[in-house]
């Protein structure tokens, strides 16, 4: 039986995973495949904590070199994460004619176009399945599933530390610094937890699906970002009696002209399915011209999920090996000769319907004063609410949805309505996706 | 830029559809597939009728073996459906060694065996995609995205029309045959409904995702069908006065030894996403070793959902013949010498939570009476309401909610309590999944 050598670099939670699942699964890998796939070489800086798993005496090494440069290697899994020492490793293997399976959705995000470049020249295979969604099976969806549709949104929860936070929020009544803590403690959240709860791992994860939607580079700095560090379990029982709840959604949008991409909380109606989508799981909503929309849930993260990905990708390459295919899915799904550079929608364009809430003292003439500056922006009022009870002696909530409106025209007003006397704290906007 | 040629059987809904697609986006799919697919022989027994497509002249047929014959056809799309002559013709254009895509359930859930052995035989590529869950790609999720997972169970809502009516049972308070009426008037079901709402459909479905799962044949008479029918809106007002809501699932699992394969209507906890998943839409649940679960939403019907999925196929096809691919996926999942035959397990011995709801006189000690029985055959309840006031002359429904309990057990139980005096209907049954 033809078996595929495979050297790992970065042995930490997913790599271990990695390791662990073609140990206890070899057989029904082999079962599938019709080959074996062999880790022969792991490279970590620490190679002496106990991983769980058992690897043959003297695969172990601390020189990434001896993966890169190994003869036998066919597959380099990178697993560090981050720019550097990654691209730098994840080039030289390339260069060496090393296949590359990688769950780096930062290097990917940022140096995207070097790495399939690259890749392209080489005539080397990359898989990255597990750098979104862990064992959501997006981004072979993308490029595989959809193939003849044109997509025209994308729309996810794709951070499980942000939607546990969220989801824990909404269930009791705990607030964000205590659900943090507690999310920290289960080992949902990192010690530090900025990439995941300012939403930047969000927004590298929706730049590495906007390439492949619509085939276009994507400049990571330019994505509007904001995280939920400034929900407030106030904002949550009020997106409740509206008829929401908030997640943290990562959107990438297409009219056929610029491209809509920004990370942020969002309402959603909750009677939608990604609204139930809670805890730790991810979901990725898929829209197009042909199926209308497509959403596949599942854990974003782990061990074993994420593994299982990077083990799907490992096999996809084997199995090109196997049966002879060259170049057989490009991997920016597009052709390299037709990934054209589509502009970036400016984020005062944007166009929806915006939940408020706003913190004014509790005497007349307010409301009419904050709903005649939004009425001179051009923003009408859908509903509000000021019956809920919450003064912290600086004031009373005052909460709003409005109708469809544009970002620019809330903006502008909320800065009028932010100088008020009668405001006493900086108005909370979060964005309506229905 | 090459060209893949493709002939189509059958030019019905989907068939227009796939022609459709094939012409508004034959620019994205050359695109991304770097060759150009073209329909040239479409044969179907009415050529006249108007499908809102443009086709070529001389392209049209009522003779199939022009399609199957074609010296120049290197794909052949069967989209017919039913056993004969869809099984003919497939078996033919294999031996012709044209590759195959179809959307047949019903076949490949029959001749499964026949149909994968003549493609393996002949060395041609079958794509199947199209026939469970239209654009949800599960397919090629169990094949590729989870080739290295342990799969435990496949549950599913697999039939647009049956999701249809319970969840407009459940919105309004509508009945079984209103809907049923409705539905067939917007064109979600069929005149004569039978296959979609007595659940055969979805055991067509649950059959072919069992084969690929597992990596077993499956004898499609075997499985327990059970459809919608029986469902009433005051079974639908129970539920969700339990917490719960009706869902026709389809479900297949494996616990190592033998498959639990079935089709029936299922109470799901009202907060999963599944629970919410209404109208038109499927979704199916993957669980396994590896990944806890993953669950695929999107349309399961409809000419261009569907036909998305047999362009992706033909898509899939065209990349094995221009990459030089031989063998690739195998087309069951596994390989074709480790498809074993594995056993079915009886439905008398699964186990789990039952609703049961009985109609009953409204009197003293008919509650007592019922439960003696049930206790006697090893069934503890958890809940009763006996609140629900729905007196139609012949008595009170009595609605109850069962710990776990056998199959076995249940059956010999009710069929004591439906002989009571005091019972004046057949008790209905609902299989609780969480």
Same mark, same amino acid.
């Given at each position: 039986?033809?078996?595929? &050598?495979?050297?790992?670099?970065? =042995?930490?939670?997913?790599?271990?995973?990695?390791?662990?699942?073609?140990?206890?699964?070899?057989?029904?890998?082999?079962?599938?495949?019709?080959?074996?796939?062999?880790?022969?070489?792991?490279?970590?800086?620490?190679?002496?904590?106990?991983?769980?798993?058992?690897?043959?005496?003297?695969?172990?090494?601390?020189?990434?070199?001896?993966?890169?440069?190994?003869?036998?290697?066919?597959?380099?899994?990178?697993?560090?994460?981050?720019?550097?020492?990654?691209?730098?490793?994840?080039?030289?293997?390339?260069?060496?004619?090393?296949?590359?399976?990688?769950?780096? &959705?930062?290097?990917?995000?940022?140096?995207?176009?070097?790495?399939?470049?690259?890749?392209?020249?080489?005539?080397?295979?990359?898989?990255?399945?597990?750098?979104?969604?862990?064992?959501?099976?997006?981004?072979?969806?993308?490029?595989?599933? =959809?193939?003849?549709?044109?997509?025209?949104?994308?729309?996810?929860?794709?951070?499980?530390?942000?939607?546990?936070?969220?989801?824990?929020?909404?269930?009791?009544?705990?607030?964000?610094?205590?659900?943090?803590?507690?999310?920290?403690?289960?080992?949902?959240?990192?010690?530090?937890?900025?990439?995941?709860?300012?939403?930047?791992?969000?927004?590298?994860?929706?730049?590495?699906?906007?390439?492949?939607?619509?085939?276009?580079?994507?400049?990571?700095?330019?994505?509007?970002?904001?995280?939920?560090?400034?929900?407030?379990?106030?904002?949550?029982?009020?997106?409740?009696?509206?008829?929401?709840?908030? &997640?943290?959604?990562?959107?990438?949008?297409?009219?056929? &002209?610029?491209?809509?991409?920004?990370?942020?909380?969002?309402?959603?109606?909750?009677?939608?399915?990604?609204?139930?989508?809670?805890?730790?799981?991810?979901?990725?909503?898929?829209?197009?011209?042909?199926?209308?929309?497509?959403?596949?849930?599942?854990?974003?993260?782990?061990?074993?999920?994420?593994?299982?990905?990077?083990?799907?990708?490992?096999?996809?390459?084997?199995?090109?090996?196997?049966?002879?295919?060259?170049?057989?899915?490009? +991997?920016?799904? =597009?052709?390299?000769?037709?990934?054209?550079?589509?502009?970036?929608?400016?984020?005062?364009?944007?166009?929806?319907?915006?939940?408020?809430?706003?913190?004014?003292?509790?005497?007349?003439?307010?409301?009419?004063?904050? +709903?005649?500056?939004?009425?001179?922006?051009?923003?009408?009022?859908?509903?509000?609410?000021?019956?809920?009870?919450?003064?912290?002696?600086?004031?009373?909530?005052?909460?709003?949805?409005?109708?469809?409106?544009?970002?620019?025209?809330?903006?502008?007003?909320?800065?009028?309505?932010?100088?008020?006397?009668?405001?006493?704290?900086?108005?909370?906007?979060?964005?309506?996706?229905?």
């Amino acid at each position: 039986m033809k078996s595929i &050598k495979v050297g790992l670099i970065g =042995f930490g939670t997913i790599g271990s995973g990695v390791v662990k699942i073609l140990q206890d699964n070899q057989n029904i890998i082999k079962d599938r495949l019709g080959a074996s796939v062999d880790v022969i070489k792991i490279a970590d800086l620490d190679i002496t904590t106990d991983r769980g798993v058992n690897v043959k005496p003297g695969i172990l090494t601390t020189d990434a070199d001896e993966v890169l440069d190994h003869p036998e290697v066919d597959v380099v899994i990178e697993l560090i994460g981050g720019y550097e020492p990654a691209r730098s490793f994840i080039l030289k293997a390339i260069k060496n004619k090393k296949h590359i399976v990688t769950a780096n &959705k930062a290097l990917l995000a940022k140096h995207g176009e070097e790495v399939f470049t690259a890749a392209g020249k080489n005539n080397v295979g990359i898989g990255f399945e597990a750098s979104v969604g862990g064992a959501i099976p997006i981004i072979r969806s993308i490029k595989e599933a =959809f193939v003849a549709n044109r997509i025209q949104a994308i729309e996810g929860i794709m951070n499980g530390t942000a939607n546990y936070i969220l989801s824990k929020m909404s269930d009791g009544d705990h607030d964000f610094d205590t659900v943090l803590k507690e999310a920290q403690d289960k080992g949902y959240a990192e010690a530090d937890p900025t990439f995941d709860i300012e939403g930047i791992d969000s927004a590298h994860k929706i730049a590495v699906l906007t390439r492949l939607a619509y085939g276009t580079p994507v400049n990571f700095d330019d994505i509007y970002v904001q995280g939920i560090s400034g929900i407030s379990t106030l904002d949550i029982k009020c997106a409740h009696e509206f008829g929401y709840r908030i &997640k943290l959604l990562a959107i990438s949008k297409f009219d056929g &002209k610029a491209i809509d991409v920004r990370v942020h909380p969002a309402m959603i109606p909750e009677d939608k399915p990604m609204a139930n989508v809670n805890g730790v799981l991810n979901a990725i909503m898929v829209c197009d011209d042909l199926m209308e929309e497509n959403i596949l849930v599942g854990h974003g993260a782990g061990s074993l999920p994420t593994g299982s990905a990077v083990v799907a990708d490992v096999v996809e390459i084997a199995r090109n090996m196997i049966s002879g295919a060259q170049d057989r899915v490009p +991997s920016q799904s =597009f052709q390299e000769s037709n990934v054209q550079s589509i502009p970036l929608k400016d984020m005062s364009e944007i166009e929806g319907e915006y939940f408020l809430r706003f913190w004014v003292q509790d005497k007349p003439g307010v409301l009419s004063h904050i +709903s005649g500056i939004l009425g001179n922006h051009d923003i009408s009022i859908e509903s509000v609410i000021q019956r809920i009870k919450d003064d912290n002696g600086q004031g009373v909530p005052l909460v709003m949805m409005t109708h469809d409106a544009r970002e620019k025209n809330i903006q502008a007003a909320l800065k009028e309505i932010n100088a008020m006397e009668e405001v006493s704290e900086q108005t909370v906007l979060i964005r309506v996706e229905k």
